[in-house]
């Protein structure tokens, strides 16, 4: 059974950091792309980041480009995902996810419909 369990959300003040961590029990963890996503309250849930299975390429959405920084380690099953300069339209449920098919390029995954696997999602508040 597959599952994506992630840590390290927690409350904040505007400005400060948080790292989060997704632990896989994915067998083919190296050779799939993750992403991140988010779900504020009363809204969708919108795709924040992706990393290639390879861990050589990232993408971002425009709303956390260059503060926001995603990673793996394919020998720890786990990606991460660093947010600094956090603020308050950050507040959402943060959720890991694995895309349904091996091996594809990383550019391809940046939909829900993308991903076949999900964590239960962490909790990150900022306050102003």
């Known amino acids: 059974q597959v599952q994506l369990v992630e840590s390290g959300g927690g409350l904040v003040q505007a400005g400060g950091s948080l790292r989060l961590s997704c632990a896989a029990s994915?067998?083919?963890?190296?050779?799939?792309?993750m992403g991140w996503f988010r779900q504020a309250p009363g809204k969708e849930r919108e795709f924040v980041a992706v990393?290639?299975?390879?861990?050589?390429?990232?993408y971002y959405a425009d709303s956390v480009k260059g503060r926001f920084t995603v990673s793996r380690d394919n020998a720890k099953n786990t990606v991460y995902l660093q947010m600094n300069s956090l603020k308050p339209e950050d507040t959402a449920v943060y959720y890991c996810?694995?895309?349904?098919?091996?091996?594809?390029?990383?550019?391809?995954?940046?939909?829900?419909?993308?991903?076949?696997?999900w964590g239960q999602g962490t909790q990150v508040t900022v306050s102003s």
């Open positions: 990393i290639a299975w390879s861990g050589g390429n990232t």
């Open positions: 994915l067998r083919t963890f190296s050779s799939v792309n």
């Open positions: 996810a694995a895309d349904r098919y091996r091996g594809r390029d990383y550019y391809m995954a940046r939909t829900e419909e993308d991903f076949g696997f």
